[in-house]
């Protein structure tokens, strides 16, 4: 997890170095703060909720106990409901109903 913060991090300085490629200041405000952008209205359990990201499309959500974890950090995939999983795993999709699957 750490090697994947530092990686986000010099990506960000990247972004920012090159004029028009940085991501908004409301979602690197967000990432800061080590939030995720959700396509929600409200975060979901657990998260509170901490302003928007992508220009106000989404919502900022900071997790309050760190036992979370981005369903693409620990290598899956987000997938509709209506797909069906082979093998489903723990982590979190920024859109509601989806899931997290190892293997489609």
């Known amino acids: 997890m750490k090697l994947f913060s ?3 991090a010099l990506l960000l300085c990247l972004l920012q170095a090159v004029p028009g ?3 908004p ?6 990432l ?7 396509h929600l209205k409200s975060c979901p359990e657990l ?5 928007t990201c992508y220009r106000r499309r989404r919502t ?3 997790d309050t106990t760190s036992n979370f974890h981005i369903c693409q950090d620990e290598g899956g995939h987000c997938v509709p409901p ?7 795993q723990e982590g979190l999709c920024p859109r509601r109903g989806w899931k997290c699957c190892t293997v489609v």
Request: a negative charge; hydrophobic letters at 40%; charged letters at 20%.
């Open 6 to 8: 530092c990686l986000m």
């Open 21 to 23: 490629l940085g991501l």
């Open 25 to 30: 200041r409301d979602t690197l405000r967000c």
């Open 32 to 38: 800061e703060y080590h939030g995720y952008c959700f």
């Open 47 to 51: 998260f509170a909720a901490f302003g």
């Open 60 to 62: 900022c959500c900071v």
């Open 82 to 88: 209506e797909i069906r999983c082979l093998q489903e």
